[in-house]
């Protein structure tokens, strides 16, 4: 989630509605300045006993943030209080319970972007030696109730925190115990988001299968291969799910702000603070009525925090950010931006994603994003057959993709390579998931503990 370090009170006031797709429009870039940011979370654990560490105890989170220094990072602070590190590699945050987030630098290739995650790996990890900690690559925290985590010193966290059981049974759990890898990427005009918008949702579920990393809950196999994306079907009706406006005619900016506009409030930041603004209205604060602000009307800087309070499976801000995929060890860090990068950066490859999907109907969408958190690859496609059946040749379009972008690195290798994980996952028709249930099953004989030697970075 996003990280604040000023109120911008000298922001535009919103005048007009026209302002509000001004954001959007403004993330249009030509091909060759489309760039890829990647984030990437993990989970930190204390080596002596597995504990999630707080903010404040010995060698705990905030200390674990500070070390960062000696790799040149710069504090963020909130209250006083550090909450994130910003450095040439982009920032380094918290996740509500102390999940520590990478928010990569925009860069122009995979290379780049994997050679920044082994940067970042390779300081926490000699920080955490020093400091006793660990990190696990996971969707989802395998063997801690809620009440074992530690709640971190953010603003919106605390609002958060009291408004989510008001709006699902899960978003708690959403917040605390789960992790993530993203991936944010660019578009040329409005039509060009809108095609890869209508793609990247539609195939969302097919990142979901494959990355699923979640099968365990409170130290027992919960019944999901993503538990994580689980998760998100109960966390907020109103800011999650599948969006079927987005293939609607007319779909484009408009109407994106339009479906903002209906997305409650969280908050609002002034002055170094986050004012509790919880289940109110954009529509209201537009026409100076917001009750925690009365007579003030929002900046663009508070649309710009609005649309980031949003969460479905592909989110709009000035760029397309995909959000299906479930935590996971350094390389399926690499493997996502390379899936997504190669079936939208390159046209041809596009296009040809495009067709496979174009003719699903809103029911099936919305079946196989429900069906997969259970089913992976098993999971029903709208024209027949399941995920199994077309991942392969999804996974060639992306590989087409990139070889046709032809970035290549000192050694020249193009980007094809970063896709292996993947490609391994769909030969073995075995999901990350039902490796370790294998292994729960198997070889750790139903004990949880050993997940924190095969999953540690």
Known sequence: MSTREAS?????????LDQLAAPMA??????????????????????????????????????????????????????GKVIAMK????????????????????????????????????????IGERLGKGFLGLGMWP???????????????????????????????????TCTIQVNLDYSSEADMVQKFRTSLALQPLATALFANSPFTE????????????????????????????????????RYVEYMLDVPMYFVFRDGKYIDAAGLSFRDFLKGE?????????????????LSTAFPEVRLKSFLEMRGADGGPWNRICALPALWVGLLYDQGALDAAWALVKDWDLEGRETLRSSVPKLGLDAPIPTGGTLRDIAGEVLDIARQGLAARGRLNASGDNETGYLEPLAEIVASGRVPAQRLLDLYNGEWQGEIAPIYKVKSF
């Open 290 to 306: 917001l009750s925690v602000l009365p007579g003030e009307k929002p900046r663009i800087s508070d649309w710009n925090d609005h």
């Open 26 to 79: 403004a993330g249009e870039k030509p091909r060759e300045a489309w760039r890829i940011g990647t984030e990437h979370e993990k989970f930190v654990y204390d080596t002596s006993d597995h504990h999630a560490p707080s903010y404040d105890e010995k060698g705990g989170i905030r200390d674990l943030l500070l070390a960062l220094e000696e790799f040149g990072w710069e504090p963020i602070l909130e209250g």
């Open 87 to 126: 450095g040439a590699d982009g920032t380094v945050s918290l996740e509500p319970a102390g999940q520590l987030e990478l928010s990569g630098a925009p860069l122009e290739n995979l290379h780049q972007t994997c050679a920044e995650t082994g940067r970042h790996l390779n300081q926490v990890k000699a």
């Open 143 to 177: 063997d801690k109730a809620r009440a074992d985590l530690p709640l971190m010193p953010k603003g919106r966290y605390d609002i958060m925190t009291r408004h989510m059981p008001r709006v699902g049974s899960l978003g708690l759990d959403m917040m605390l115990r």
């Open 8 to 16: 911008d009170r000298d922001d535009p006031v919103i005048e007009t």
């Open 219 to 254: 130290g027992k196999p919960n019944g999901m291969l993503s538990y994580r994306s689980h998760i998100w079907s109960d966390t907020d009706p109103a800011r999650t799910g599948m969006l079927p406006f987005v293939f609607e005619d007319g779909f484009g900016y408009e």
